[in-house]
């Protein structure tokens, strides 16, 4: 049996070595960020994707391998566990084998088979199956015997059948065959449960899952979003699911034939040959068939829940990493109608130094009035952005601004839309009432969508990950796997960023390597109380910040205007004597090598290499003095939405528009044109080639030009290409050019990715063009059969 490291490092394709120095590190207590940051020697340059996969494979070989310790008990402890079973237990590699080879030493409650052999039945079984040459009903009058419930040779050859059926079902080997048989060839079959659209107060719920009434295409190439839409709609109540192979009325099922075979069971025309062939029937119908459809289901479901969470964990990681505005003074708004607009403005750093609320638009129209406030506030405050949130009225919101800024030409602000998904979830939260006691829940909201603007990063670790809206079908999937996924991801996203201490909140503080929720907290208390830390070292004198905290987080804090320069950089500290004496080497100081790009490209890393440090750490330290404390994150850009479409009424076909990617799927994207609700740019529309995955084009926050290729008013579905040459089919819009705007839903789609059945939170159809129909109908799998029953049959008994 492979070692664990051997294993791992041959799915990662890396070395044993590699392997075996990043799990000793792990179980030190080593995070992933902090090795693959800065333990590149020890784990020969493992990178945090490559860490991240190599700890979930560890820990589901250590599930394993616990597993298979206590089957080998259970298995030990019963007197069966031969030399033979034990090593089959041991070569098995996932944990459906081990459990396949298990089954038959469950502790099971009372079943027919084993009743039947507490009636002295099994030797009845026994000897049909090793001599069908007998007459089943004579031999099994020798079984009848009513004190056991024998009544006659009927229910003694049903129980010997029972017999039989339960020993051939448990199979390990047989188990397996048929299960990757079925994986590779069935299909997954989708049914209305009959009536249940036509039931009172069910029918615009029904309306959801139309596409599934009857529907029918391979399981092992069933999508993620089709599977869990299936799932949700059967969970519903609407429709039933079936796993089967589509056979021919009146043929068997190549299923029994693979039974038939592993067990040596013939029809021979001998007495017993039929009723064993019976046998076999009833343990692919009765037994095996429920189990592995129960299983095959299972795995899908599974399948479909990983594929999910990864699209939520890349959506994040995109929207985290969005560009900042940077530390600008900035007013917040949260617009609304009747409720009016709220108002907050931070400084530079998110600190809150005013906030009310206004009226600029209707019902009550108090412009003049709004504009004196908010040009007061500009004045006053030095703000340099606007940001305003993209729910209910943000349009009408953006109109009044744009025309304060252009009557006040002296105001240098510049107004940005920004997604506030999320920010409502934070005002109500507890860290935002820590955070703002005394302050009204829409203002906090303001306050958010301000900071938001100036550091996504920031501001959205307040908030439950899951609150944002970037997903599909979030809500179906294994909440712990999803929990989980999208803290690494946070995780992942914050240190390689970097944390300035002195203005970072607890929320962010206790995303970085090594820093629980009470050390943040002490880090902001011992700040709030001693005032801004003027070194790394200094973070020793928190509370609970220990040494061992300080190697894992020290390198990913930082201390602008720090008495040593290196403390603002992502150079760790136990590497501060490695600098020292590049600057000696080259007869300068750490102060006058920081930023040096004509020195720093000059040197050779090798040329400082010594017994601690090698040269991965010796490149990173001088690439990182090149351009200390350097953000990875993307140059900061804004989308512009077209002057006068405000809301879904006020676009029509061939119209060509600036949008954000507010989200992406599966099966495409969804882009926000400033009308409240996003519109889909499907999959097939998104390039002219052909795309497998949409993320290989677009990501969140991106900024895209996008041709409107249907409207549907009533269903608040658009339909958009990234395609400029695509043609229009006006007959599918119901809006025409110039029509007037009307009430609208306010909050964006992204909030809402579990609406629709296929995945799509509330944009559009599918685009009605020529060049999307023929891309989209090679993409999609055909809900047919996969050749004749003769071929089934063949590849049935070509399964070894």
Known sequence: MQSIASRIASELQ???????AAIQLLDEGATVPFISRYRKEVTGGLDDTQMRSLEERLNYIRELEDRRKSILASIEEQGKLTPELKQAINLAETKTRLEDLYLPFKVKRRTKGQIAIEAGLEPLADSLYSDPSQNPEQTAAAFVNPELGIADTKAALDGAKFILMERFSEDAELLGRLRQFMSDEANITAALVSGKDKEPGKEQAAAKFKDYFEHSEPLNSTPSHRALAMFRARREGFISIRVDLITEEGLGHPCESMIARQVKIENLGRPADEWLAEVVRWTWRIKLHTHLETDLLGSLRERADLDAINVFSINLKDLILAAPAGQKATIGLDPGLRTGVKVAVVDSTGKLLDHTAIFPTAPQRKTHEAEAILTHFCEKYQVQLIAIGNGTGSRETESFVLDMLKNNKALKAQAVMVNEAGASIYSASEFAAKEFPDLDVTIRGAVSIARRLQDPLAELVKIDPKSIGVGQYQHDVSQVKLARSLDTVIEDCVNAVGVEVNTASSALLRRVSGLSQTIADNIVDYRDQQG??????????????????????????????????????????????????????NKTTQQALVGNSQLLRKLDPANYVDTQFGLPTITDILSELDKPGRDPRPEFKTATFKEGIETIKDL?????????????TNFGAFVDVGVHQDGLVHISAIANRFVKDPHEVVKTGDIVKVKVMEVDVARKRIALSMRMDDEVTPAHSDTKPGTTSGKTSGKTPGNKSDKKPDGRSRGGPKPHHKNAKSQHRSQAPKPQAKGSMAALFEKALKKP
């Open 652 to 664: 029509a076909p061939a119209m060509l528009l600036e949008g954000v990617v507010t989200n992406v």
């Open 532 to 585: 801004a830390f003027k070194s790394r070292e200094q973070l020793k004198l928190v509370s609970r910040f220990g040494e061992r905290t300080f190697e894992q987080a020290a390198g990913f804090l930082r201390i602008a205007n720090a008495d040593n320069p290196l403390d603002a950089s992502a150079v760790h500290p136990e590497t501060y004597s490695v600098v020292e004496r590049i600057a000696e080497a």
């Open 14 to 20: 890396v070395g044993e070595n590699q392997v075996t």
